[in-house]
């Protein structure tokens, strides 16, 4: 599994949400207050951007005129036909037993944790004299 850098924790606010592209694939980051998961950026109905969905609650009902909410901001609407996916699991909540949009862990690591890749930019040391910048080479 290949780890791929996407955000500094600042960039996403609770609530909030950054499209990434890794591989030719769109996937959408969620802060659900302090817990970062991603989701595949289509929905498995027919494409549409879950990016562009509206964050709702699990709403269910255990009789007539009766409403329950729970998990507020954890599940997202499509913003085509209105289908349901549970941004934890990707699991939709029209057929959950057959339909899941793909899910991805994403972890919250620190700066000194990171491994340096294998690749370095060229620098060039610059040093001030006066007024001018000189450059070195
Ligand atoms: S494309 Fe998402 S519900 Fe149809």
Known sequence: MTRHVVATIDEIKPGGRKVVTIDDREIVIFNLNGDYV???????HQGGKLCDGVVTAL?????????????????IRCPW????????SGQSWGEP???KTRNY??????????VEGPYQAETIEVTTDQQYLVVET
């Open 105 to 114: 862990n994403v972890a919250v690591t620190g700066g000194n944790e990171l």
């Open 38 to 44: 991603g989701i595949l950026n289509r929905c498995p």
């Open 97 to 99: 037993d057959r339909i």
């Open 81 to 88: 036909h209105g289908w349901f996916f549970d941004l934890r």
């Open 59 to 75: 709403i269910t009902s255990n009789e007539p005129g009766q409403i329950n909410y729970a998990r507020p901001g954890e599940i």
